[in-house]
């Protein structure tokens, strides 16, 4: 009995010991994902993007990247447990940005000369406001060219979408649109 039982041991390990190899193996050898340069650029450049974790928007905005999402100067504006219309983090909720005292909508990007993007952005977009470049290698997917869209940090105080001829004043609240780009 005693003999079974430290066969099944040793077998156990052993099973163990070549799952932590492959574990290793595949870490160590995973190829650089296409956009990392480009992720890293965007960070070094200054530019952050401001997300909340409930965001499906932003999600899109990092999927764009695939495993370069690491890379990006990502800064989370959700506090676990809580959803997205009951208050935010500090960080999002305190900027020194002239005309941003806070976050207002996500996915947020503010870049180093202090311009401020709402909603999804496409890689060549993101690239050219930090003058990064693209990788020539790299091509686009057909929804690199996102609709704009932009998920508010509160509930919108009216269910009804300004017209594209009203003007929205600082600091109000404007449910989600989604407005398409025309193609050329």
Not at 23 to 52: E, M, R, W
Not at 139 to 161: G, L, N, R
Request: charged share 15%.
């Amino acid at each position: 009995m005693k003999t079974k039982t430290l066969l099944i041991a040793l077998a156990i390990l052993i099973i163990a010991l070549f799952g932590v190899q492959k574990i290793v193996t595949n870490t160590h050898n995973a190829k650089p994902h296409i956009l990392d340069a480009l992720a890293q650029c965007i960070k070094d450049s200054g530019a952050k993007f401001y997300g909340h974790y409930q965001c499906s928007h932003c999600k899109n905005q990092k999927n764009l990247f695939d495993t370069a999402q690491k890379n990006l100067p990502y800064i989370e504006c959700g506090i676990l447990g809580r959803s997205m219309g009951d208050g935010q983090a500090d960080v999002c909720e305190n900027l020194t940005i002239p005309g941003l005292p806070r976050i207002q909508g996500y996915p947020t990007w503010v870049f180093a000369d202090n311009s401020v993007e709402t909603g999804e952005m496409s890689v060549a977009k993101l690239a050219e406001k930090t003058s990064c470049s693209v990788p020539a290698e790299y091509v686009a997917p057909e929804s690199d060219e996102p609709a704009i869209t932009v998920t508010p940090v509160t509930e919108p105080v009216s269910t009804t979408t300004p017209s594209p001829t009203e003007s929205v004043q600082t600091g109000e609240v404007v449910p989600t649109a989604t407005i398409t780009p025309a193609k050329n």
